[in-house]
């Protein structure tokens, strides 16, 4: 999975919207799936209908894969999101060119947790971030989100007192452990 686009329903303060979003629901769903420089310009037509679709009225990110600054550059300029997720390991110096050439656009920074609480990102070498992300990260198989693995989430609380911007946590979340999660 390189890129997909995600409508943030928190960021949502119209009931009528959430009801209008949730008709389009399929679409959003669909695509869940690779959106690239290379993709079919068909997934990347649904993707920019959708974001005029919601037409500012909620926050819609591009969540990638990418390295290159050039392709999130240009995904971003045709689909219109206002955020961008950057979930790979891409160069400061590529993230610095999105962040020049849009000034505008959020950027969320991944952080990999291992289960341990393990930091497994060098975030302090992150210039340029809006928000952290942080994310479980399975050591066993490499993968980086959708694990479903939960991660020591005292270690996490104390890397977010570190931090200087608003940080999201993620990683194995559920109505079960989401309480014990945030305190």
């Known amino acids: 999975?390189?890129?997909?686009?995600d409508v943030h329903s928190h960021s949502i303060?119209?009931?009528?919207?959430i009801k209008e979003i949730k008709e389009v629901e399929k679409d959003i769903k669909k695509l869940?799936?690779?959106i690239s420089k290379d993709s079919?310009?068909?997934l990347k037509e649904k993707a920019k209908e959708i974001c005029d679709y919601?037409?500012?009225r909620c926050d819609v990110s591009l969540v990638t894969h990418l390295t290159s600054a050039e392709e999130i550059i240009e995904l971003t300029?045709?689909?219109g999101n206002n955020i961008i997720q950057l979930h790979s390991d891409i160069a400061e110096e590529e993230v610095k060119k999105i962040k020049n050439e849009l000034p505008n656009i959020e950027l969320v920074r991944l952080i990999h947790v291992a289960s341990d609480g393990t930091i497994?990102?060098?975030y302090k070498k992150m210039k340029y971030a809006d928000y952290y992300l942080l994310d479980s990260f399975n050591l066993k198989t490499n993968q980086v989100g959708g694990t479903g693995l939960t991660h020591?989430?005292?270690k996490s609380g104390e890397l977010i007192k570190q931090l200087d911007k608003p940080t999201f946590l993620a990683g194995g979340l559920n109505p079960d452990n989401v309480k014990i999660a945030i305190e």
């Open 1 to 5: 999975l390189n890129a997909r686009v």
């Open 13 to 17: 303060d119209s009931k009528e919207l």
């Open 32 to 34: 869940d799936t690779l």
């Open 40 to 42: 079919s310009e068909e």
């Open 54 to 56: 919601v037409n500012g």
């Open 77 to 79: 300029n045709y689909i």
């Open 120 to 122: 497994c990102t060098d």
């Open 152 to 154: 020591d989430w005292n």
